[in-house]
């Protein structure tokens, strides 16, 4: 596969947690399967999970079946949220996620994450998984609401100084596609997350398997001090 030679010149990267970093797709599944349980709804099984998963978030709950003149969408997204911070404590890294972090490190590239996730159980899992030290920054969300990461991105290149040409997300979710083209930054996208390969190839932007490909996207290009 030939990727875009300007990715190897980008000076900054900007990283997606849930699923691009953080290996918590069956995590999700089982969370929203025990939602629908308790509703007497038709449970996911993954094929159909990557195939329905969107931003916002609500949107997804609604082909996964939930009613929200039944029930408010806070109040679902709450209960996820309560299912899913206990059992990612078990939600490990993708692989090669330390080896693609040192890469950047070593190559003087600048890292910081962007999610949509909650701001302090962010922090709780970056720090847990040992990998802060890589980055300039974590930045979440106020709440456990995901309806998206727009605005936080906007202000993020504000306080990062970060300039548009030289900075490249990475992202498994065509929301980070999204993100990438309102902000005017480059764009990879990785296929072993929340959304399939057919899906992310939509977007016009490079989609690699896994973080294996890393270096060959980004080659050994020294970034000047």
């Known amino acids: 596969m030939k990727y875009s030679t300007e990715l ?33 709804l038709p449970q996911l099984n993954i094929q159909k999970y990557l195939e329905i998963f969107t931003f916002p978030v609500k949107d997804y709950y609604v082909s996964a079946g939930f009613d929200f003149n039944q029930e408010p969408y806070e109040m679902v997204a ?39 996730m909650e701001q302090t159980e962010l922090l709780k899992l970056v720090k ?7 980055f300039n920054a974590v930045y979440g969300i106020e709440d456990h609401l995901a309806f998206g990461k727009i605005g ?14 030289e900075t490249c997300l990475i992202g498994d ?14 764009c990879l996208l990785v296929a ?11 977007s016009g932007y490079s989609v690699i ?4 490909e890393i270096e060959k996207v980004f080659e050994k290009s020294p970034i000047s001090q």
Do not use: P
């Open 128 to 134: 847990a998984h040992q990998i802060e030290t890589h």
């Open 8 to 40: 190897s010149a980008c000076k900054n990267i900007i990283w997606d947690w849930n699923g691009t970093l953080l290996n918590d797709l069956d995590i999700c599944v089982v969370s929203i399967n025990r939602l629908l349980q308790k509703r007497r």
């Open 78 to 116: 709450v209960e996820f949220m309560d299912h899913y911070l206990d059992l990612v404590k078990t939600a490990g890294l993708h692989s090669n996620v330390n080896e693609t972090l040192h890469f950047f490190k070593n190559s003087g590239r600048e890292q910081i994450i962007l999610s949509a």
């Open 173 to 186: 979710t065509l929301h980070d596609a999204e993100v990438a083209h309102e902000l005017g930054i480059h």
């Open 209 to 212: 398997e896994s973080l294996k």
């Open 152 to 165: 936080l991105a906007k202000s993020t290149m504000l306080k990062t100084g970060f300039k548009h040409s």
């Open 192 to 202: 072993n997350g929340h959304q399939s390969a057919q899906r992310l190839q939509s």
